[in-house]
C-alpha cells in the first residue's frame, strides 16, 4: 500500500515524459531501504515540513491533478506501525526520492484462516484466476482477505487503503471484482461505487460491497447505483469465495 501510494504520487506530480525509479536494497541493522524517485516538479524547503499534515496537499489543490492529502499521511501511519522510517529529499524543478527503511522480518509460517471452516473447492480446470481490487482502509481486513485467498491461488489481491487510490487503481489495472468497504478516509463507498459505475471504463466491473452497515434499506440503495453483491462484516468465508468463484467464472 506504501509504494502504491509513493508511485502513484512520482506518476501524478511527475513531468511530461519524466521517469519514476524504484530502488530496494539492504540496510544496516538487518533492515530493507526502499527509494522512490521522480523527476518532478519537487518540493519547496519550506514545504518540506508540512508533508505529513492532513489534507494540506502544499498548493497542489488549485491544479489539474487530483489528490485527498491524505496518502503520505496513510504511508507514514502504516510505515511506522512496521516500525519502520520514511524519508524525503527533494530539488524544486528537478524532482524527489522518498526512501522507506523497514526491519526485516523473520521468516515464519503464514497465518492460515480457521480449518474448520467449510469452503467450496476446486481443482484443475476448475481453478479461477483473476485480479481482485480490495478498496479498504484497515490493514487488518486486508491481511486477512489475503489469508482468505489463501484458498485461491489463482486470485491476486490488490489492495487500496483510499477511495481516489481505488479509483485509479481500477480505470488503470481492470481488476475482474472490486470489493468496496464503505467508511474510508478520503471519499464515501458511495461516491467510489457511484464513480465507477459512471466511468465507461469501470462501469461493467463487479462490486462487491463488504460492510458492518446492513441495513435493508442501504442494501437495496447500493444495489440500485450499482453494487453486484452486499457482504456483512464480519463476513462468511464460504460466502465469499462463493461470491468470488462465480464472478471470475464470467472471465
Excluded at 488503470?172 to 471504463?201: C, E, F, M, S, Y
Aim: hydrophobic share 40%; net charge negative.
Amino acid at each position: 500500500q506504501v509504494l502504491l501510494n509513493l508511485v502513484s504520487n512520482s506518476i501524478k506530480y511527475n513531468r511530461p515524459g519524466g521517469s519514476v525509479e524504484i530502488q530496494c536494497a539492504p540496510a544496516a541493522g538487518n533492515v530493507i531501504r526502499i527509494s522512490v524517485r521522480d523527476e518532478g516538479v519537487g518540493i519547496a524547503p519550506e514545504k518540506l515540513l508540512r508533508l505529513y499534515t492532513p489534507f494540506d496537499r502544499l498548493g497542489a489543490e488549485t491544479g489539474a491533478v487530483e489528490g485527498s492529502g491524505l496518502g503520505l499521511v496513510l504511508s507514514k501511519r502504516l510505515i511506522e506501525a512496521m516500525h519502520g522510517s520514511i524519508s524525503v529529499e527533494s530539488q524544486v524543478g528537478k524532482g524527489s526520492t522518498f526512501s522507506i527503511e523497514l526491519p526485516i522480518a523473520q521468516k515464519h509460517a503464514a497465518s492460515e484462516v480457521d480449518s474448520s471452516i467449510e469452503v467450496p473447492s476446486f481443482t484443475g480446470s476448475d481453478m479461477h484466476s483473476g485480479q481482485i481490487l480490495y478498496i479498504e482502509d484497515n490493514p487488518s481486513n486486508t491481511i486477512l482477505m489475503e489469508r482468505v485467498l489463501q484458498y485461491r491461488k489463482g486470485m491476486r489481491l490488490v489492495p487500496a487503503a483510499l477511495g481516489r487510490l481505488g479509483l485509479e487503481l481500477a480505470e488503470a489495472q481492470k481488476p475482474d471484482v472490486i470489493l468496496l468497504d464503505l467508511h474510508l478516509p478520503d471519499i464515501t463507498g458511495w461516491d467510489v461505487l457511484q464513480r465507477l459505475k459512471q466511468n465507461p471504463a469501470t462501469a461493467n466491473i463487479p462490486v462487491v460491497i463488504i460492510s458492518a452497515d446492513a441495513t435493508e434499506t442501504q442494501v437495496e440503495r447500493l444495489m440500485n447505483i450499482g453494487a453486484d453483491e452486499y457482504l456483512t462484516k464480519p463476513f462468511d468465508v464460504a460466502r465469499l469465495l462463493e461470491v468470488l468463484d462465480r464472478y471470475m467464472q464470467r472471465v
